[in-house]
Protein backbone atom coordinates (compact mmCIF):
# COMPACT_ATOMS: atom_id res chain seq x y z
CA UNK A 1 0.00 0.00 0.00
CA UNK A 2 1.03 3.41 -0.86
CA UNK A 3 -0.08 6.59 0.73
CA UNK A 4 0.03 10.38 -0.13
CA UNK A 5 -0.36 13.24 2.59
CA UNK A 6 -1.17 16.56 1.75
CA UNK A 7 0.42 19.23 3.74
CA UNK A 8 3.74 19.03 5.54
CA UNK A 9 2.94 20.81 8.81
CA UNK A 10 2.47 19.31 11.74
CA UNK A 11 0.23 16.84 11.11
CA UNK A 12 0.57 15.72 8.10
CA UNK A 13 4.14 14.90 9.40
CA UNK A 14 3.10 13.42 12.38
CA UNK A 15 0.10 11.00 10.44
CA UNK A 16 2.72 9.81 8.19
CA UNK A 17 5.43 8.80 10.54
CA UNK A 18 2.30 6.80 12.19
CA UNK A 19 1.56 5.16 8.02
CA UNK A 20 5.18 4.94 7.55
CA UNK A 21 4.64 1.61 9.64
CA UNK A 22 2.22 -0.03 7.25
CA UNK A 23 3.11 1.36 3.89
CA UNK A 24 5.32 0.73 1.23
CA UNK A 25 5.92 4.76 0.62
CA UNK A 26 4.06 7.56 2.35
CA UNK A 27 4.64 10.70 -0.12
CA UNK A 28 4.81 13.60 2.16
CA UNK A 29 3.30 16.79 0.08
CA UNK A 30 5.08 19.54 0.61
CA UNK A 31 4.48 23.39 -0.81
CA UNK A 32 8.06 24.95 0.08
CA UNK A 33 11.29 23.10 -1.74
CA UNK A 34 13.64 23.72 0.84
CA UNK A 35 11.20 21.41 3.05
CA UNK A 36 10.96 18.70 0.72
CA UNK A 37 14.80 19.06 0.49
CA UNK A 38 15.54 18.61 4.42
CA UNK A 39 13.33 15.98 4.77
CA UNK A 40 14.59 13.67 1.74
CA UNK A 41 18.32 14.68 3.30
CA UNK A 42 18.17 15.11 7.15
CA UNK A 43 15.15 12.67 7.75
CA UNK A 44 13.68 15.39 9.72
CA UNK A 45 10.90 18.16 8.92
CA UNK A 46 12.44 20.89 11.09
CA UNK A 47 10.28 23.55 10.60
CA UNK A 48 7.25 22.05 12.20
CA UNK A 49 9.06 19.01 14.33
CA UNK A 50 12.68 19.59 14.98
CA UNK A 51 15.00 16.78 16.40
CA UNK A 52 12.37 14.18 15.42
CA UNK A 53 13.60 11.22 13.06
CA UNK A 54 11.57 10.69 10.64
CA UNK A 55 11.09 6.40 9.43
CA UNK A 56 13.24 6.38 6.16
CA UNK A 57 10.20 5.52 3.63
CA UNK A 58 8.56 8.98 3.78
CA UNK A 59 9.46 10.74 1.12
CA UNK A 60 9.20 14.91 0.48
CA UNK A 61 7.22 15.76 -2.74
CA UNK A 62 6.59 19.23 -4.53
CA UNK A 63 2.87 19.19 -5.04
CA UNK A 64 3.07 19.78 -8.63
CA UNK A 65 3.70 15.63 -8.31
CA UNK A 66 0.28 14.53 -9.49
CA UNK A 67 1.81 10.98 -10.93
CA UNK A 68 2.90 10.14 -7.12
CA UNK A 69 -1.32 10.72 -6.13
CA UNK A 70 -2.00 8.40 -9.24
CA UNK A 71 -0.03 5.83 -7.78
CA UNK A 72 -1.26 6.04 -4.10
CA UNK A 73 -4.05 3.75 -2.44
CA UNK A 74 -5.46 6.22 0.10
CA UNK A 75 -4.62 10.48 0.49
CA UNK A 76 -4.81 12.20 3.59
CA UNK A 77 -5.35 16.04 3.44
CA UNK A 78 -3.97 17.87 6.31
CA UNK A 79 -3.60 21.40 5.19
CA UNK A 80 -5.49 24.25 6.72
CA UNK A 81 -9.45 24.27 5.94
CA UNK A 82 -8.70 27.60 4.06
CA UNK A 83 -6.54 25.87 1.58
CA UNK A 84 -8.32 22.88 1.43
CA UNK A 85 -10.24 23.76 -2.00
CA UNK A 86 -8.01 25.59 -4.23
CA UNK A 87 -5.53 22.46 -3.45
CA UNK A 88 -8.27 19.66 -3.52
CA UNK A 89 -8.82 21.41 -7.23
CA UNK A 90 -5.39 22.16 -8.31
CA UNK A 91 -5.13 17.87 -7.98
CA UNK A 92 -8.87 17.21 -9.26
CA UNK A 93 -7.50 15.06 -12.20
CA UNK A 94 -5.26 12.89 -9.93
CA UNK A 95 -7.47 12.69 -6.93
CA UNK A 96 -11.18 12.04 -8.76
CA UNK A 97 -11.14 8.03 -8.20
CA UNK A 98 -8.98 8.51 -5.23
CA UNK A 99 -9.67 6.91 -1.51
CA UNK A 100 -9.40 9.91 0.71
CA UNK A 101 -9.22 11.47 4.73
CA UNK A 102 -9.77 14.47 5.75
CA UNK A 103 -7.71 15.12 8.97
CA UNK A 104 -8.66 18.94 8.94
CA UNK A 105 -10.70 19.96 11.81
CA UNK A 106 -11.71 23.24 10.15
CA UNK A 107 -15.25 24.28 7.95
CA UNK A 108 -16.06 26.79 5.33
CA UNK A 109 -17.39 29.72 4.96
CA UNK A 110 -19.41 30.98 3.94
CA UNK A 111 -20.93 27.32 2.15
CA UNK A 112 -21.09 25.87 5.40
CA UNK A 113 -19.53 22.95 4.51
CA UNK A 114 -17.23 20.43 5.98
CA UNK A 115 -13.53 19.50 4.43
CA UNK A 116 -15.27 15.98 3.06
CA UNK A 117 -18.22 17.50 1.15
CA UNK A 118 -15.38 20.32 -0.26
CA UNK A 119 -13.11 17.42 -1.40
CA UNK A 120 -16.38 15.61 -2.77
CA UNK A 121 -17.68 18.40 -4.93
CA UNK A 122 -13.76 19.23 -6.07
CA UNK A 123 -12.93 15.61 -7.40
CA UNK A 124 -16.36 13.81 -7.58
CA UNK A 125 -14.89 11.04 -5.84
CA UNK A 126 -17.31 9.20 -3.66
CA UNK A 127 -14.65 7.53 -0.92
CA UNK A 128 -13.97 10.55 1.12
CA UNK A 129 -13.48 9.61 5.01
CA UNK A 130 -12.33 11.86 8.01
CA UNK A 131 -10.51 11.07 11.04
CA UNK A 132 -10.22 12.93 14.01
CA UNK A 133 -9.59 12.67 17.89
CA UNK A 134 -7.28 13.51 20.77
CA UNK A 135 -4.14 13.92 18.79
CA UNK A 136 -1.53 16.50 19.17
CA UNK A 137 1.18 16.35 16.38
CA UNK A 138 3.92 16.54 18.61
CA UNK A 139 3.15 13.71 20.56
CA UNK A 140 1.90 11.44 17.83
CA UNK A 141 4.95 11.68 16.11
CA UNK A 142 6.59 10.85 19.00
CA UNK A 143 4.34 7.53 19.23
CA UNK A 144 2.74 8.39 22.41
CA UNK A 145 -0.57 6.67 23.21
CA UNK A 146 -3.52 8.99 21.50
CA UNK A 147 -6.85 8.11 19.83
CA UNK A 148 -8.29 8.27 16.83
CA UNK A 149 -12.01 8.14 15.39
CA UNK A 150 -12.03 6.58 11.94
CA UNK A 151 -15.15 8.27 10.30
CA UNK A 152 -16.08 5.75 6.82
CA UNK A 153 -18.07 3.35 5.90
CA UNK A 154 -17.96 -0.36 8.14
CA UNK A 155 -16.89 -1.83 4.90
CA UNK A 156 -13.80 0.43 4.98
CA UNK A 157 -12.76 -0.09 8.61
CA UNK A 158 -10.68 -3.06 8.35
CA UNK A 159 -8.49 -1.51 5.20
CA UNK A 160 -7.90 1.98 7.31
CA UNK A 161 -7.56 0.61 10.35
CA UNK A 162 -4.50 -1.17 8.97
CA UNK A 163 -3.48 1.85 7.82
CA UNK A 164 -3.30 3.52 10.79
CA UNK A 165 -1.79 0.75 12.81
CA UNK A 166 0.95 1.58 14.99
CA UNK A 167 2.16 1.14 18.61
CA UNK A 168 0.37 4.00 20.69
CA UNK A 169 -2.61 4.37 18.41
CA UNK A 170 -6.31 3.43 20.05
CA UNK A 171 -9.24 3.72 17.15
CA UNK A 172 -12.98 3.34 17.22
CA UNK A 173 -14.93 4.14 14.72
CA UNK A 174 -18.45 5.26 12.94
CA UNK A 175 -19.95 5.52 9.79
CA UNK A 176 -21.01 9.43 10.43
CA UNK A 177 -18.07 11.12 8.56
CA UNK A 178 -19.33 14.90 8.92
CA UNK A 179 -20.28 13.86 12.31
CA UNK A 180 -16.77 13.04 13.51
CA UNK A 181 -15.43 16.53 11.10
CA UNK A 182 -17.95 18.57 13.04
CA UNK A 183 -16.62 17.03 16.62
CA UNK A 184 -12.87 18.15 15.30
CA UNK A 185 -14.72 21.64 14.01
CA UNK A 186 -17.04 22.56 17.24
CA UNK A 187 -13.93 21.62 20.21
CA UNK A 188 -11.57 23.94 18.73
CA UNK A 189 -14.47 26.62 19.83
CA UNK A 190 -14.83 25.39 22.98
CA UNK A 191 -11.06 25.77 23.61
CA UNK A 192 -11.38 29.21 22.89
CA UNK A 193 -14.04 29.66 25.27
CA UNK A 194 -11.93 28.05 27.83
CA UNK A 195 -9.38 30.10 27.25
CA UNK A 196 -11.23 33.05 27.37
CA UNK A 197 -12.80 32.25 30.81
CA UNK A 198 -9.15 30.46 32.07
CA UNK A 199 -8.33 34.42 33.88
CA UNK A 200 -11.90 33.86 35.23
CA UNK A 201 -12.31 31.03 37.06
CA UNK A 202 -11.08 30.24 40.66
CA UNK A 203 -10.75 26.62 41.79
CA UNK A 204 -11.16 23.27 40.02
CA UNK A 205 -14.79 22.69 41.37
CA UNK A 206 -15.26 25.71 39.29
CA UNK A 207 -13.42 24.93 36.28
CA UNK A 208 -15.35 21.31 35.95
CA UNK A 209 -18.44 23.27 35.82
CA UNK A 210 -17.56 25.22 33.14
CA UNK A 211 -16.06 22.34 31.04
CA UNK A 212 -19.61 20.58 31.63
CA UNK A 213 -21.54 23.39 30.45
CA UNK A 214 -19.18 23.68 27.51
CA UNK A 215 -19.39 19.51 26.54
CA UNK A 216 -23.10 20.36 27.07
CA UNK A 217 -23.48 22.97 24.82
CA UNK A 218 -21.73 21.27 22.38
CA UNK A 219 -23.30 18.14 22.40
CA UNK A 220 -26.60 20.34 22.02
CA UNK A 221 -25.21 21.25 18.10
CA UNK A 222 -23.64 17.92 18.37
CA UNK A 223 -27.57 16.19 18.73
CA UNK A 224 -28.68 19.17 16.10
CA UNK A 225 -26.61 17.41 13.41
CA UNK A 226 -27.34 13.86 14.43
CA UNK A 227 -24.18 13.14 15.42
CA UNK A 228 -25.34 11.80 19.51
CA UNK A 229 -23.74 8.59 18.67
CA UNK A 230 -20.21 10.63 18.83
CA UNK A 231 -20.17 12.12 22.23
CA UNK A 232 -17.87 9.22 23.85
CA UNK A 233 -15.41 8.34 20.59
CA UNK A 234 -12.46 9.90 20.67
CA UNK A 235 -13.60 12.56 18.42
CA UNK A 236 -16.31 13.81 21.27
CA UNK A 237 -15.35 13.86 24.63
CA UNK A 238 -11.70 12.89 23.75
CA UNK A 239 -10.96 16.19 21.92
CA UNK A 240 -13.18 18.35 23.70
CA UNK A 241 -11.10 17.98 26.55
CA UNK A 242 -7.88 17.58 24.99
CA UNK A 243 -7.99 20.82 23.70
CA UNK A 244 -10.28 22.67 26.50
CA UNK A 245 -7.99 22.33 28.85
CA UNK A 246 -4.32 21.89 27.51
CA UNK A 247 -2.50 25.06 26.75
CA UNK A 248 -0.34 23.15 23.64
CA UNK A 249 -3.79 23.62 22.12
CA UNK A 250 -3.15 26.76 19.41
CA UNK A 251 -7.25 27.56 19.57
CA UNK A 252 -7.19 27.03 23.63
CA UNK A 253 -4.07 30.14 23.56
CA UNK A 254 -6.10 32.26 20.91
CA UNK A 255 -9.13 32.44 24.14
CA UNK A 256 -6.37 33.13 26.70
CA UNK A 257 -4.78 35.77 24.28
CA UNK A 258 -8.64 37.04 23.89
CA UNK A 259 -9.15 36.75 27.38
CA UNK A 260 -6.39 39.42 28.61
CA UNK A 261 -7.77 41.33 25.87
CA UNK A 262 -4.89 40.54 23.51
CA UNK A 263 -5.85 40.38 19.20
CA UNK A 264 -3.85 37.45 16.96
CA UNK A 265 -1.70 40.03 15.04
CA UNK A 266 -3.11 40.43 11.15
CA UNK A 267 -0.13 38.55 9.61
CA UNK A 268 0.04 35.21 12.14
CA UNK A 269 0.76 32.42 9.67
CA UNK A 270 -0.47 29.92 12.95
CA UNK A 271 -3.36 27.26 11.95
CA UNK A 272 -6.56 28.19 14.62
CA UNK A 273 -9.37 26.42 13.07
CA UNK A 274 -12.05 28.33 15.10
CA UNK A 275 -10.81 32.01 13.68
CA UNK A 276 -12.57 30.32 10.30
CA UNK A 277 -15.00 27.96 12.02
CA UNK A 278 -17.02 30.13 14.64
CA UNK A 279 -19.04 32.33 11.63
CA UNK A 280 -19.74 29.38 9.82
CA UNK A 281 -21.09 26.94 13.60
CA UNK A 282 -22.75 30.40 14.92
CA UNK A 283 -24.87 30.29 10.86
CA UNK A 284 -25.40 27.25 11.67
CA UNK A 285 -26.93 27.48 14.94
CA UNK A 286 -28.47 30.79 14.94
CA UNK A 287 -31.78 29.02 15.91
CA UNK A 288 -30.52 28.13 19.49
CA UNK A 289 -29.36 29.81 22.46
CA UNK A 290 -25.77 29.03 23.08
CA UNK A 291 -24.41 31.39 25.89
CA UNK A 292 -20.68 29.59 25.26
CA UNK A 293 -20.12 30.38 21.49
CA UNK A 294 -21.92 33.60 21.85
CA UNK A 295 -19.09 34.56 24.30
CA UNK A 296 -16.32 33.04 21.88
CA UNK A 297 -18.02 35.28 19.12
CA UNK A 298 -18.28 38.40 20.91
CA UNK A 299 -14.93 37.93 22.44
CA UNK A 300 -13.30 37.74 19.25
CA UNK A 301 -14.74 40.41 17.49
CA UNK A 302 -14.42 42.62 20.79
CA UNK A 303 -11.88 41.79 22.97
CA UNK A 304 -11.35 45.28 24.57
CA UNK A 305 -14.58 44.73 25.94
CA UNK A 306 -13.79 41.08 27.61
CA UNK A 307 -15.13 41.30 30.71
CA UNK A 308 -18.24 42.27 29.22
CA UNK A 309 -18.94 39.33 27.47
CA UNK A 310 -17.73 37.32 30.57
CA UNK A 311 -20.33 39.28 32.34
CA UNK A 312 -23.27 38.52 30.29
CA UNK A 313 -22.09 35.13 29.98
CA UNK A 314 -21.96 34.34 33.46
CA UNK A 315 -25.38 35.85 33.68
CA UNK A 316 -26.64 33.73 31.16
CA UNK A 317 -25.46 30.80 32.66
CA UNK A 318 -26.70 31.27 36.22
CA UNK A 319 -29.80 30.36 34.58
CA UNK A 320 -28.63 27.78 31.61
N1 LIG B 1 -1.31 20.22 14.86
C1 LIG B 1 -2.06 19.33 15.48
O1 LIG B 1 -1.77 18.90 16.61
C2 LIG B 1 -3.32 18.83 14.82
C3 LIG B 1 -3.83 19.45 13.68
N2 LIG B 1 -4.97 18.95 13.10
C4 LIG B 1 -5.57 19.62 11.94
O2 LIG B 1 -4.71 19.49 10.81
C5 LIG B 1 -4.94 20.58 9.92
C6 LIG B 1 -3.59 21.14 9.54
O3 LIG B 1 -3.10 21.74 10.71
P1 LIG B 1 -1.57 21.72 11.15
O4 LIG B 1 -0.83 20.61 10.48
O5 LIG B 1 -1.55 21.80 12.63
O6 LIG B 1 -1.10 23.12 10.51
P2 LIG B 1 0.39 23.65 10.27
O7 LIG B 1 0.27 25.12 10.23
O8 LIG B 1 1.31 22.99 11.21
O9 LIG B 1 0.73 23.10 8.80
C7 LIG B 1 -0.05 23.50 7.71
C8 LIG B 1 0.62 22.91 6.49
O10 LIG B 1 -0.18 23.17 5.34
C9 LIG B 1 0.67 23.71 4.34
N3 LIG B 1 -0.09 24.56 3.43
C10 LIG B 1 -0.79 25.65 3.73
N4 LIG B 1 -1.31 26.14 2.60
C11 LIG B 1 -0.91 25.35 1.59
C12 LIG B 1 -1.11 25.34 0.19
N5 LIG B 1 -1.86 26.26 -0.39
N6 LIG B 1 -0.52 24.37 -0.53
C13 LIG B 1 0.22 23.42 0.06
N7 LIG B 1 0.44 23.35 1.40
C14 LIG B 1 -0.12 24.33 2.12
C15 LIG B 1 1.72 24.51 5.08
O11 LIG B 1 2.82 24.75 4.24
P3 LIG B 1 3.99 25.74 4.74
O12 LIG B 1 4.81 24.96 5.71
O13 LIG B 1 4.74 26.04 3.48
O14 LIG B 1 3.32 26.95 5.34
C16 LIG B 1 2.01 23.53 6.22
O15 LIG B 1 2.90 22.55 5.80
C17 LIG B 1 -5.82 21.58 10.68
O16 LIG B 1 -7.16 21.51 10.24
C18 LIG B 1 -5.72 21.11 12.13
O17 LIG B 1 -6.90 21.39 12.89
C19 LIG B 1 -5.62 17.84 13.59
C20 LIG B 1 -5.14 17.21 14.72
C21 LIG B 1 -4.00 17.69 15.43
O1 LIG C 1 -6.70 19.22 17.17
C1 LIG C 1 -5.75 19.28 17.93
C2 LIG C 1 -5.56 18.25 19.00
O2 LIG C 1 -6.44 17.16 18.83
C3 LIG C 1 -4.79 20.42 17.90
O3 LIG C 1 -5.45 21.48 18.57
P1 LIG C 1 -5.09 23.00 18.20
O4 LIG C 1 -5.42 23.17 16.73
O5 LIG C 1 -5.97 23.80 19.13
O6 LIG C 1 -3.62 23.17 18.47
New binding site residues.
Given amino acids: MKTAV ?7 T ?1 ISQILADNSEEVYL ?4 PE ?1 VESINRDHENR ?2 HPGVKLKGNIKAVH ?1 ERKDLIEESDYIFM ?4 G ?1 LR ?2 TRSMRDALKNKKMIS ?4 IEHPSLKPMSMVMKEETGSETVFSI ?1 GP ?4 E ?1 IRGMTSGITIGAPASYHDEITELLRSAGVLLDYSENIQGVEFC ?1 ILK ?1 VYAVAMGILDGQITGENHRYAILTICFREMIRILDRMGCGELYDKFCGFGDFLLTASTDKS ?1 NRTLGLMLGKKMRLSEDS ?3 I ?1 SLRSIKAIRELTDDLELPVLELVHRTMDDPENVNIHIRDFQKAIAVY
Fill in positions: IGAGSFGAFARRVAYMAVPSNEICIKGSNFADLGNRTITE
